[in-house]
């Protein structure tokens, strides 16, 4: 498989702070790709790096062998929504398609038209009119009728309600086993890319938490719940990812590639969500550690 | 991109054009109307001996008219400037649209060229047609008075307001792209374009090219007023004189001694309280007095208003590459 986005020691810096440092990434061709992480965790920033709509301050991206924006043929294999799904209020749902047919020339004006009549938009609808859902209903049909290989799509259902969101990502996973593109698509929400991602990268804190397959990711972190003891004194190659203690009992996310023996633990697998929960919060357990460390 | 922009600024350019027509129609009824009167009037006022109060009558002829000429052609460029330059860029930035705009398949370099291109000259169009109009309309009242140089005139007839036009979009543009706000943009817009047209006038253009300046021995029949106090002080002599110089452009006129200074001495008594006005004419002829006086001659129209359009246009053009420049490294 081939790489589509590819970052080595990627960062941008706004001013003094820096929103994405140190980011290397390898996502494969042909998966849909889940970037979840808090808010301003970084997830807009490295979308619009990859989008081209921002240059790096540091290291290399390359999207689909070529540094975004290259040129007008890179911008055609390469579909953006962005956050919150912009549109122009003042043109119609049928203006949308015109504008996308002048100015992409792999335009598919069947599918996009075909798009709008199964979601049910009236093409003389402006689109200030519409719904938050429509509107990004619109977006998204403009961005696959311009046939790209790669979709990015930033918090695409943040606005929407539980069945817009439902119908949304049934729409977007329709479209990709019809054109297997890949996908990269942000959320704060696990919940909303548990069931449609094959790959997952957390980010949080500006920085790249863990990135890879679900699969494998469900495969090598588990639940240790024990007798209490010290995290410190596990096996080198279990890497403790959070830890909560009571007076009497351990529990440990852990991530390890081979299988644990150590028959005081009782192993469970970690649900996806609490997987990226216990990434999350070992970082913000690390930003207040010094705090501690003055206080006392 | 060509299709968008004008699906973008269709609505404006509808306005735009709706606006000229009506004032087009009201300069193709009242303007043969005024070109006739004058020929009636004003033209053989001489062979009667009334020609005042035939000019008189004349310059209160459409008056509404007028006075919506010279608002429309005060007001239009900065109003090309807040309504077209401005909400151009800030208005895709206020609303994120740039980031549905830029993703299609065409470079922001080729968006943004599109949209300025296209834009701008349509607001040339737009002051050229007007100025155009005004010029022919306004003819007959423009040949009395201080003549077409009059700064009210001379700004608002001929091809600078092309180059004002040009000027006050691209003005805009920087400014919606640089606030990112449509509202603010507007109102700097409009305060920066007052400024830059104010200091043109006042500072800039009676020196786009060198003035003639004219030393020669005094005019008596120039002479307007007479008394004490001036730029050398009070007690000593002032004289006031109005250059009857058609068309031009006066700078400054002075009153210099033989030797060329401007201190002219003491106020002869002959030109003291209780003295006759004749009196005291006769009296300064006698001083053998000289004036200097440096001037733009009427003649000079048509070269200050190509030199006065060229930096206007070479401005817009310059801060137009700036907006590109600025689109391409700075904005996301």
Same mark, same amino acid.
């Given at each position: 498989?081939?790489?589509?986005?590819?970052?080595?020691?990627?960062?941008?810096?706004?001013?003094?702070?820096?929103?994405?440092?140190?980011?290397?990434?390898?996502?494969?061709?042909?998966?849909?790709?889940?970037?979840?992480?808090?808010?301003?965790?970084?997830?807009?920033?490295?979308?619009?790096?990859?989008?081209?709509?921002?240059?790096?301050?540091?290291?290399?991206?390359?999207?689909?062998?070529?540094?975004?924006?290259?040129?007008?043929?890179?911008?055609?294999?390469?579909?953006?929504?962005?956050?919150?799904?912009?549109?122009?209020?003042?043109?119609?749902?049928?203006?949308?398609?015109?504008?996308?047919?002048?100015?992409?020339?792999?335009?598919?004006?069947?599918?996009?038209?075909?798009?709008?009549?199964?979601?049910?938009?009236?093409?003389?609808?402006?689109?200030?009119?519409?719904?938050?859902?429509?509107?990004?209903?619109?977006?998204?049909?403009?961005?696959?009728?311009?046939?790209?290989?790669?979709?990015?799509?930033?918090?695409?259902?943040?606005?929407?309600?539980?069945?817009?969101?439902?119908?949304?990502?049934?729409?977007?996973?329709?479209?990709?086993?019809?054109?297997?593109?890949?996908?990269?698509?942000?959320?704060?929400?696990?919940?909303?890319?548990?069931?449609?991602?094959?790959?997952?990268?957390?980010?949080?804190?500006?920085?790249?938490?863990?990135?890879?397959?679900?699969?494998?990711?469900?495969?090598?972190?588990?639940?240790?719940?024990?007798?209490?003891?010290?995290?410190?004194?596990?096996?080198?190659?279990?890497?403790?990812?959070?830890?909560?203690?009571?007076?009497?009992?351990?529990?440990?996310?852990?991530?390890?590639?081979?299988?644990?023996?150590?028959?005081?633990?009782?192993?469970?697998?970690?649900?996806?969500?609490?997987?990226?929960?216990?990434?999350?919060?070992?970082?913000?357990?690390?930003?207040?550690?010094?705090?501690?460390?003055?206080?006392? | 991109?060509?299709?968008?922009?004008?699906?973008?600024?269709?609505?404006?350019?509808?306005?735009?054009? =709706?606006?000229?027509? &009506?004032?087009?129609? +009201? /300069? *193709?009824?009242?303007?043969?109307?005024? #070109?006739? $009167?004058?020929?009636?009037?004003?033209?053989?006022?001489?062979?009667?001996?009334?020609?005042?109060?035939?000019?008189?009558?004349?310059?209160?002829?459409?008056?509404?008219?007028?006075?919506?000429?010279?608002?429309?052609?005060?007001?239009?460029?900065?109003?090309?400037?807040?309504?077209?330059?401005?909400?151009?860029?800030?208005?895709?930035?206020?609303?994120?649209?740039?980031?549905?705009?830029?993703?299609?398949?065409?470079?922001?370099?080729?968006?943004?060229?599109?949209?300025?291109?296209?834009?701008?000259?349509?607001?040339?169009?737009?002051?050229?047609?007007?100025?155009?109009?005004?010029?022919?309309?306004?003819?007959?009242?423009?040949?009395?008075?201080?003549?077409?140089?009059?700064?009210?005139?001379?700004?608002?007839? =001929?091809?600078?307001? &092309?180059?004002?036009? +040009? /000027? *006050?979009?691209?003005?805009?543009?920087? #400014?919606? $792209?640089?606030?990112?706000?449509?509202?603010?943009?507007?109102?700097?817009?409009?305060?920066?374009?007052?400024?830059?047209?104010?200091?043109?006038?006042?500072?800039?253009?009676?020196?786009?090219?060198?003035?003639?300046?004219?030393?020669?021995?005094?005019?008596?029949?120039?002479?307007?007023?007479?008394?004490?106090?001036?730029?050398?002080?009070?007690?000593?002599?002032?004289?006031?004189?109005?250059?009857?110089?058609?068309?031009?452009?006066?700078?400054?006129?002075?009153?210099?001694?033989?030797?060329?200074?401007?201190?002219?001495?003491?106020?002869?008594?002959?030109?003291?309280?209780?003295?006759?006005?004749?009196?005291?004419?006769?009296?300064?002829?006698?001083?053998?007095?000289?004036?200097?006086?440096?001037?733009?001659? =009427?003649?000079?129209?048509?070269?200050?208003?190509?030199?006065?359009?060229?930096?206007?246009?070479?401005?817009? $053009?310059?801060?137009?590459?700036?907006?590109?420049?600025?689109?391409?490294?700075?904005?996301?």
């Amino acid at each position: 498989m081939t790489a589509v986005l590819k970052a080595q020691g990627l960062g941008r810096r706004y001013r003094r702070r820096w929103a994405l440092s140190d980011c290397t990434l390898d996502i494969p061709a042909g998966q849909v790709v889940g970037l979840v992480g808090p808010n301003g965790a970084g997830k807009t920033t490295l979308l619009h790096l990859a989008a081209g709509l921002l240059q790096p301050t540091t290291g290399t991206i390359e999207v689909l062998g070529d540094r975004p924006p290259a040129s007008p043929a890179q911008l055609a294999r390469v579909g953006f929504v962005a956050q919150d799904s912009p549109t122009y209020s003042g043109l119609s749902v049928a203006d949308h398609l015109r504008l996308g047919a002048h100015l992409n020339p792999g335009w598919d004006a069947a599918m996009a038209s075909d798009r709008i009549e199964r979601l049910g938009l009236d093409p003389r609808q402006r689109a200030g009119k519409m719904s938050g859902g429509q509107r990004a209903q619109l977006a998204l049909t403009l961005a696959l009728a311009k046939k790209p290989e790669l979709l990015l799509l930033d918090e695409p259902v943040a606005s929407l309600d539980p069945l817009a969101r439902r119908e949304f990502l049934q729409g977007l996973m329709e479209a990709v086993v019809d054109q297997g593109l890949t996908v990269v698509l942000s959320s704060h929400l696990v919940a909303d890319l548990e069931r449609v991602c094959d790959y997952l990268i957390v980010l949080v804190a500006s920085r790249v938490q863990i990135a890879g397959e679900v699969e494998h990711l469900r495969a090598t972190h588990h639940l240790l719940t024990g007798p209490r003891r010290d995290p410190a004194r596990l096996p080198e190659d279990q890497h403790v990812i959070s830890a909560s203690h009571t007076d009497r009992q351990t529990t440990l996310t852990v991530r390890t590639e081979a299988p644990i023996h150590d028959p005081a633990w009782v192993v469970s697998p970690v649900g996806l969500e609490d997987l990226v929960l216990a990434y999350m919060s070992r970082t913000a357990a690390d930003a207040r550690r010094p705090e501690l460390e003055v206080q006392r | 991109m060509i299709w968008l922009t004008w699906r973008q600024f269709r609505a404006q350019t509808i306005a735009a054009a =709706g606006l000229l027509a &009506i004032l087009a129609i +009201a /300069f *193709a009824v009242t303007g043969p109307q005024l #070109a006739h $009167l004058y020929d009636t009037t004003v033209a053989t006022c001489h062979a009667q001996h009334d020609c005042s109060i035939a000019v008189g009558t004349f310059q209160a002829e459409d008056s509404f008219l007028q006075d919506l000429v010279r608002l429309v052609m005060l007001a239009g460029p900065a109003l090309i400037g807040m309504f077209w330059g401005a909400p151009l860029i800030a208005r895709e930035l206020e609303a994120g649209t740039q980031r549905l705009a830029w993703m299609q398949s065409v470079t922001r370099f080729r968006w943004l060229a599109v949209k300025l291109g296209l834009a701008g000259l349509a607001s040339m169009a737009v002051a050229g047609l007007l100025s155009l109009m005004v010029t022919w309309w306004s003819g007959p009242f423009d040949r009395f008075g201080a003549g077409r140089l009059d700064p009210a005139i001379f700004s608002e007839r =001929g091809i600078v307001p &092309i180059g004002y036009a +040009a /000027f *006050a979009f691209a003005l805009g543009v920087m #400014a919606g $792209l640089l606030i990112r706000h449509t509202v603010p943009a507007m109102a700097v817009t409009l305060a920066v374009f007052a400024a830059v047209q104010a200091a043109f006038e006042l500072k800039i253009r009676f020196h786009l090219i060198p003035p003639v300046r004219v030393a020669s021995a005094l005019n008596m029949a120039w002479v307007t007023e007479t008394g004490s106090g001036g730029p050398a002080g009070p007690g000593s002599l002032y004289i006031g004189i109005q250059p009857n110089l058609p068309g031009a452009w006066i700078g400054s006129s002075q009153v210099t001694t033989a030797a060329g200074s401007t201190s002219l001495g003491p106020v002869p008594s002959s030109c003291g309280p209780n003295a006759t006005y004749s009196a005291c004419t006769a009296t300064i002829a006698r001083m053998h007095l000289r004036q200097v006086i440096v001037y733009q001659p =009427g003649s000079r129209f048509w070269a200050l208003q190509w030199y006065e359009t060229a930096i206007y246009l070479a401005l817009a $053009l310059a801060l137009a590459g700036f907006c590109v420049w600025w689109v391409r490294r700075r904005v996301s």
